[in-house]
């Protein structure tokens, strides 16, 4: 029964900052990878930033390389997103996954379909 919950979405405007939270319940968040992924409509759900079972590997998409920062803090199974920047392109619904790994697995992915549990999502929407 993991359970992941995302907070911190809301209305801002372009050129702002927001950081997501997403807390994961019900099993052991230091064998999760985690990533974050995002849905604008129209749009197919796409890849945002991933983060390994220690923290200490992510990986990024191009189109918030430098903007955006993961981070995690395994005492309150938490992952953060850190948004700088932000651009209307960035408004979407923000989704949190968690991929649970093996012990000797230790790094970030954007493999979707890898992902075993996903949150509902908090939706962000950036204003000119």
């Known amino acids: 029964q993991v359970q992941l919950v995302e907070s911190g979405g809301g209305l801002v405007r372009a050129g702002d900052s927001l950081t997501l939270s997403c807390v994961v319940s019900?099993?052991?968040?230091?064998?999760?990878?985690m990533g974050w992924f995002r849905q604008a409509p129209g749009k197919d759900r796409e890849f945002v930033a991933g983060?390994?079972?220690?923290?200490?590997?992510?990986t990024y998409d191009d189109a918030v390389k430098g903007r955006f920062i993961v981070s995690r803090d395994n005492a309150k199974s938490t992952v953060y997103l850190h948004t700088n920047s932000l651009k209307l392109e960035d408004t979407a619904v923000y989704y949190c996954?968690?991929?649970?790994?093996?012990?000797?697995?230790?790094?970030?992915?954007?493999?979707?379909?890898?992902?075993?549990?996903w949150g509902r999502g908090t939706q962000v929407t950036v204003s000119s």
């Open positions: 996954a968690a991929d649970l790994m093996q012990p000797y697995e230790d790094y970030a992915h954007n493999l979707d379909f890898d992902y075993d549990y």
């Open positions: 019900g099993g052991t968040f230091s064998t999760f990878a």
């Open positions: 983060i390994s079972t220690s923290g200490g590997s992510t």
